[in-house]
């Protein structure tokens, strides 16, 4: 079984935490490509959908499922979203799809996130995977230094702008030994937005796509 159809038996196992007359929160990414294509050929009748990118409100709009502001739908039930890593806690790296700062803030208005993803994502220690900044044009290279004097090697993603009009930042060469003491330090750097990493709030299940089949942590 390849990558994308693990990444497809993750989202249609997701389809069970989903409760009819919801609004539920949506990420972004191939893996919530599917989950959304999943739960519109399912016809669960859901009230609608917070979506976490534009992207995913286009997707969700073409199969007809109505997308809410967040201020108006309130605290949601449930958050479905894929990942760029996962370790054992089910804290994650996100923001491969630069959508990090709305999905940091779906999960955080969400009772459950359900993780999605295909099992290449679970990992020991954090930090293979680029973690993605996002940043405030302005403060791009003064934040790149703080993030260096932190041991990482920040690349800016040239050419990316965030949902937000803001830019990001992929640093390379960390081992997250103590992910939530990163997240905080440089949530602390004057102009980040958002940092990738879900450590504060991880994920409270993780739904693998495996080639014996859906595994769930914990
Ligand atoms: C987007 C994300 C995605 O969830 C993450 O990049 C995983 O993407 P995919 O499902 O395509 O592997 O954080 O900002």
Redesign the pocket.
């Known amino acids: 079984m390849n990558s994308d159809q693990k990444?497809q038996q993750a989202a249609i196992a997701a389809l069970a935490y989903i409760e009819e007359n919801t609004i539920i929160g949506v990420?972004?990414?191939?893996?919530?490509n599917h989950f959304i294509d999943a739960l519109a050929a399912r016809k669960l009748r859901i009230q609608g959908a917070v979506s976490s990118s534009e992207a995913s409100t286009e997707r969700m709009k073409k199969h007809g499922i109505e997308v809410f502001d967040l201020n108006s739908a309130g605290d949601l039930d449930v958050y479905i979203?894929?990942?760029?890593e996962s370790d054992g806690q089910l804290r994650l790296i996100?923001?491969?799809?630069?959508?990090?700062t709305r999905?940091k803030i779906v999960a955080a208005a969400s009772r459950r996130f359900i993780c999605i993803?295909d099992d290449s994502k679970l990992v020991e220690v954090l930090g293979k995977f680029p973690l993605p900044v996002e940043v405030i044009p302005m403060a791009r290279s003064y934040v790149a230094r703080r993030l260096r004097a932190l041991g990482g090697r920040p690349v800016w993603r040239e050419g990316v702008i965030t949902d937000n009009g803001n830019q990001i930042l992929d640093v390379h060469d960390l081992r997250i030994t103590d992910p939530v003491a990163l997240e905080d330090a440089i949530n602390q750097i004057a102009g980040v937005v958002t940092v990738?990493l879900f450590a504060r709030r991880p994920a409270d299940v993780l739904i693998l796509g495996t080639d014996a089949g859906p595994k769930t942590l914990p």
Do not use: I, R
């Open positions: 990444k990420g972004t990414g191939s893996t919530v979203d894929g990942a760029d996100k923001g491969g799809g630069a959508a990090l999905e993803a990738g």
